[in-house]
């Protein structure tokens, strides 16, 4: 899991191949739509594509004459797993420093506790 992860969050680490991840989950594309907005050879676009497949974001079709890339989704699941259990640790963190907070501060509404017995604030 690890090493695809890593392959995943690689592949996805440079802004060309980013953006032509954002561009394919609009819609397929050839190759020479998806090097249209770039400044860049057509073989530097086939490397970034390279890399996505490597890493299982896309796949290359073959429709008559073209090659259509798509955006294979199912792998971003992979990614979302690992990241929300991090999120929910992280936010399990953060409730239990609110609770030490809270106890710290006393009641969120700035009210004094008095205790009933002594008749005291606490």
Do not use: C
């Not at 992860?5 to 060309?16: I, K």
């Not at 400044?39 to 086939?46: E, G, I, T, W």
């Not at 963190?93 to 009933?116: H, K």
Request: glycine share 4%; no cysteine; aromatic share 4%.
């Amino acid at each position: 899991m690890a090493d695809q992860l890593s392959q995943l969050f690689a592949a996805l680490a440079d802004p060309t191949r980013r953006d032509m991840v954002a561009r394919l989950a609009v819609a397929d594309a050839t190759v020479g739509q998806l090097a249209e907005p770039y400044d860049v050879s057509l073989q530097a676009v086939s490397k970034h594509l390279k890399v996505l497949e490597s890493a299982g974001l896309v796949t290359r079709g073959r429709a008559a004459q073209t090659r259509p890339v798509h955006l294979e989704a199912k792998v971003f699941d992979l990614m979302t797993k690992w990241i929300e259990r991090y999120q929910q640790q992280a936010e399990e963190r953060y409730q239990r420093l609110d609770a030490v907070l809270d106890a710290m501060n006393g009641p969120a509404d700035g009210t004094v506790q008095t205790d009933p017995q002594e008749g005291t604030a606490s």
